[in-house]
């Protein structure tokens, strides 16, 4: 059962342009909504989260967006740049970190 | 890397025999994790430990075992390795302070 649904799977995206990453959950026990970055032979790393008490959270050119009543969160990366291109995981669990529930992943492409 | 070690990086071993990755944190930190990353199924959790000699299941534990006798030293045992567990396999704390999860740099086990 899988309880967050990520998409898209994959995603291109030109330098200076805005990506877009949507996230879905069921379980509404939930309180906690990560997004990790991931470079090839690396492992995951925490980019930026938020809790149910905001709707959006900004983190440089990141930020989060959290729609409770939809049950979806999504991020958002501004000028997206090259560097950026990794592949991107949301996550959701309760009480932090612990027994995280993760999405299946997106591929981003930031192309000159 | 929150003071996480993973040994072996690599890995390769045929079917039925046994096999065990070792997780090692410097920080004291009392909640570790163990995740398999595969394609398609973003990151899934095997096992989890709340402390020394204290563990639970996660949802993938079917053909693993834990065990923890230190508090820096997480083991993930695969008694019986199958082609299935094939996959890049991350360890994970959850920081004693803030709460947030952190990774490993991964083992990649192969199982011919």
């Known amino acids: 059962q899988q309880q967050v649904k990520q998409s898209p799977q994959s995603l291109i995206v030109q330098k200076g342009g805005i990506s877009i990453i949507n996230c879905a959950y069921e379980?509404?026990?939930?309180?906690?909504f990560p997004w990790y970055q991931q470079f090839p032979g690396k492992g995951p790393a925490l980019l930026i989260a938020i809790n149910p008490d905001v709707s959006e959270k900004k983190e440089g050119r990141f930020t989060i967006s959290f729609n409770k009543s939809a049950k979806q969160f999504s991020l958002h990366i501004m000028d997206s740049q090259p560097g950026d291109s990794a592949t991107y995981f949301c996550?959701?669990?309760?009480?932090?970190?612990?027994?995280?529930?993760f999405g299946t992943g997106t591929q981003l492409k930031v192309e000159l | 890397d929150a003071g996480i070690t993973q040994s072996p990086r690599h890995k390769v071993t045929e079917t039925g025999t046994p096999v065990t990755l070792r997780c090692h944190q410097t920080?004291?930190?009392?909640?570790m994790y163990w995740y398999r990353q595969d394609p398609g199924h973003g990151l899934r959790l095997i096992h989890y430990?709340?402390?020394?000699?204290?563990?639970d299941k996660g949802e993938v534990s079917d053909g693993y075992s834990v065990s923890r006798s230190k508090t820096e030293d997480f083991l993930l045992t695969l008694e019986s390795a199958t082609s299935s567990q094939t996959s890049v396999y991350f360890c994970a704390i959850r920081d004693r302070v803030n709460e947030k999860l952190f990774f490993g740099s991964g083992t990649q086990l192969s199982v011919l």
């Open positions: 920080e004291n930190h009392r909640y």
């Open positions: 996550a959701a669990g309760t009480g932090g970190g612990n027994k995280l529930t």
């Open positions: 430990s709340y402390g020394v000699k204290d563990t």
């Open positions: 379980n509404t026990a939930f309180d906690y």
